[in-house]
């Protein structure tokens, strides 16, 4: 490979590890704003919309109570009417509860681990691109 070929070829590797790196960074930060909102939703036994595994339970949640105010934003609390009494000696609808909180506590779990081996991943490119001096400068 002439040396022209070969700065070219350090270059564009050089670039395209760059950008990796930083959409690697793009990803992590983008999990850990995820992770804070499951956390929250964790905490006050809701989960994400998107579940598919907790639409059943959920569906039978809904059925306890009457909705009376929806929030404008995701984030917003919902006012609801229910009975407590009702609701907590119902044995279905606590199952229904700790299924859904195992699951959430799970998927916390699991997206935890993505971000640390998206994070190692990170680091691997960065000591890639510093002991091979493979800048995009």
Do not use: P
């Amino acid at each position: 490979m002439t040396g022209i070929m070969k700065e070219k070829t350090e270059f564009w590797s050089g670039r395209y590890l760059e950008r990796l790196r930083a959409d690697l960074g793009g990803t992590i930060e983008d999990n850990l704003g995820n992770r804070a909102w499951d956390q929250q939703r964790v905490n006050s036994q809701a989960v994400a919309n998107d579940w598919s595994g907790v639409v059943g339970l959920r569906n039978d949640i809904r059925r306890t109570f009457e909705a009376v105010n929806y929030g404008k934003n995701n984030s917003d609390a919902t006012e609801i009417c229910y009975t407590f009494d009702a609701l907590a000696s119902d044995e279905e609808l606590l199952n229904a509860f700790s299924n859904i909180h195992a699951l959430s506590i799970l998927f916390l779990s699991i997206q935890q681990l993505l971000v640390e081996r998206v994070e190692f991943l990170q680091e691997k490119v960065k000591s890639l691109i510093e002991t091979e001096s493979l800048r995009s400068e």
